[in-house]
């Protein structure tokens, strides 16, 4: 009796889609400090309830006058105050300068700061003069022209870096309402696998590698803010991995796994999720990466469902993968704004004679005449193929890449921002 066909594997557009309309954010929220918000996910709009500037201020080290006092070079007019930073002047009177230092108040009556390198010392030592005439309005940063009061400046979803909280601390938040941290679960399940540390190379077993998924998963999962527990390695028993499985739901709003989720007999992750829960995609049709999985898994202890993400062994696969799909998951736990790689169209410095029948992000490196350039050697379990690339073409399934084409390059930098 002959087996019916497999069905075509899910482009990768369709998973991510597919994935995101299972994924609502996460419903805890916690007020942080402003200093200690750095890549945190707002959890409210921030609406300003003043102005800043909040008063007209100089943007030079200069003179205050009126511009109708200085209409022309050689100008010389007295000087009745001075004003530093943090303190107000007194009225100008016309006819009358005053000497003014950046991120002071204008005083009133003044329309115009005039710098200090556009004037010189007048014959009597009570006055200035000016070498350049006024324009009304110059070198005056107006109220308001930063952030007017009642504008939202920052938004629910976005992701707090350096210049936010200096935006935030202008307008006197000293704390900031964000996301909580997802709670992420993290194991590799496979026999062979050995942590750096535990046996020397010189005494590595026949068969035996290091875990370097282990390693990369646990940096990229800190950059987008999650807790991590690192539950280690699991054997290839399905016992043990269902037992895994188990102990990570109840505590963890995603698991992520990395090896058995292909086909073989000893890949036990994909019946022991589906014993305690569902998988909703499985395979993809990318290169490297195929063996993708997301699903979810019933929690005993605790009420709810917890996400699960199965990635492929390899670790090729498992970093792109995680890249393409498990980072947009991980922002819409948050409720983070989904932004798409940038995309660069750069002439290849190379060819690729025979197309895939699958979507392939192949590793190249930016050279100095402005193309790119392909790691030699792109199999799945080769990791120097990204750490010497500096991002990855994608090419479209069936396509062949003659020299000198232009094709589409997603840099690193931007995915691990």
């Known amino acids: 009796?002959?087996?019916?066909?497999?069905?075509?594997?899910?482009?990768?557009?369709?998973?991510?889609?597919?994935?995101?309309?299972?994924?609502?954010?996460?419903?805890?929220?916690?007020?942080?400090?402003?200093?200690?918000?750095?890549?945190?996910?707002?959890?409210?709009?921030?609406?300003?309830?003043?102005?800043?500037?909040?008063?007209?201020?100089?943007?030079?080290?200069?003179?205050?006058?009126?511009?109708?006092?200085?209409?022309?070079?050689?100008?010389?007019?007295?000087?009745?105050?001075?004003?530093?930073a943090g303190h107000f002047g007194q009225p100008l009177a016309p006819g009358q300068a005053a000497r003014i230092f950046t991120g002071a108040p204008v005083p009133s009556g003044a329309d115009a700061i005039v710098m200090q390198e556009q004037t010189e010392p007048a014959e009597q030592t009570d006055q200035v003069r000016f070498v350049a005439a006024a324009q009304p309005g110059q070198w005056i940063r107006r109220s308001g022209e930063d952030v007017r009061q009642g504008d939202t400046v920052l938004k629910r979803g976005q992701k707090l870096g350096p210049a936010e909280l200096g935006l935030a601390a202008s307008l006197g938040l000293a704390h900031l309402q964000v996301m909580s941290r997802p709670k992420v679960a993290l194991f590799s399940t496979g026999d062979e696998l050995v942590m750096p540390g535990d046996v020397a190379p010189a005494d590595m077993p026949p068969g035996a590698i290091y875990n370097s998924n282990r390693f990369f998963l646990r940096a990229l999962l800190h950059r987008l803010g999650c807790e991590v527990s690192d539950l280690g390695i699991v054997p290839d028993r399905r016992e043990a991995t269902v037992a895994a499985l188990k102990t990570a739901a109840d505590h963890h709003d995603l698991i992520v796994t990395s090896g058995g989720v292909s086909v073989g007999e000893e890949d036990h992750v994909k019946p022991a999720v589906q014993s305690l829960g569902a998988l909703s995609l499985w395979q993809i049709a990318m290169k490297p990466g195929k063996p993708f999985a997301y699903g979810h898994v019933r929690r005993e202890t605790a009420t709810g469902l917890a996400h699960f993400v199965?990635?492929?062994?390899?670790?090729?696969?498992?970093?792109?993968?995680?890249?393409?799909?498990?980072?947009?998951?991980?922002?819409?736990?948050?409720?983070?704004?989904?932004?798409?790689?940038?995309?660069?169209?750069?002439?290849?410095?190379?060819?690729?004679?025979?197309?895939?029948?699958?979507?392939?992000?192949?590793?190249?490196?930016?050279?100095?005449?402005?193309?790119?350039d392909l790691f030699p050697n792109q199999s799945s379990g080769v990791l120097t193929s990204v750490v010497w690339g500096d991002g990855v073409v994608d090419n479209p399934a069936g396509q062949t890449i003659a020299h000198g084409d232009l094709v589409s390059f997603w840099p690193f930098a931007e995915w691990l921002s």
């Open 1 to 84: 009796m002959s087996q019916s066909p497999r069905p075509p594997l899910m482009s990768l557009d369709e998973a991510l889609t597919t994935l995101l309309a299972h994924i609502s954010p996460l419903a805890g929220t916690e007020s942080v400090a402003t200093l200690d918000a750095d890549g945190r996910i707002l959890a409210q709009d921030v609406v300003s309830s003043l102005q800043v500037p909040a008063f007209d201020n100089a943007s030079m080290d200069g003179y205050a006058v009126r511009s109708a006092d200085v209409q022309q070079a050689g100008v010389a007019l007295k000087v009745t105050q001075r004003i530093p």
């Open 310 to 372: 199965g990635l492929p062994g390899n670790p090729v696969s498992s970093f792109m993968t995680f890249l393409l799909l498990v980072k947009p998951l991980i922002l819409a736990l948050q409720g983070a704004e989904q932004r798409a790689p940038v995309r660069m169209s750069l002439p290849a410095h190379f060819e690729l004679p025979k197309a895939d029948k699958r979507r392939e992000f192949l590793r190249v490196r930016r050279n100095a005449s402005g193309g790119l």
